[in-house]
């Protein structure tokens, strides 16, 4: 079983940053994607980003060039730099790790989620 925990999540102004992380323990060795998403009041999860091990990264339209995903060596950790920040970014941040088979789903966790505010 794999468990994820996020952190670094907060109040930050507009234009502020915020440095999310996740950090994954357990059965981590099947693991091969793994992304950000987010969930706003009232609305749908939204993905943000996602890296799939060895394969080009993924960013929905309104963070491009803005935030920014990246792992560590171990292929377990991730991080997501948000910068530029909006109102529109505050959101319940979740953490996921998948295992795939090209783009065959076999399983999915999720992090408990950190919340993100952005307000002045």
């Known amino acids: 079983q794999v468990q994820l925990v996020e952190s670094g999540g907060g109040l930050a102004q507009p234009g502020g940053s915020l440095n999310l992380s996740c950090a994954a323990s357990g059965s981590t060795f099947t693991v091969n994607v793994m992304g950000w998403f987010r969930q706003a009041p009232g609305k749908g999860r939204e993905m943000v980003a996602t890296m799939k091990y060895n394969k080009p990264v993924n960013y929905t339209d309104s963070v491009k060039g803005r935030f920014t995903i990246s792992r560590g060596n171990a292929e377990h950790t991730v991080w997501l730099q948000m910068n530029d920040l909006r109102p529109e970014d505050t959101a319940v941040y979740y953490c996921?790790?998948?295992?795939?088979?090209?783009?065959?789903?076999?399983?999915?966790?999720w992090g408990q989620g950190t919340q993100v505010t952005v307000s002045s």
């Open positions: 996921s790790a998948q295992a795939r088979a090209g783009e065959i789903l076999i399983y999915e966790c």
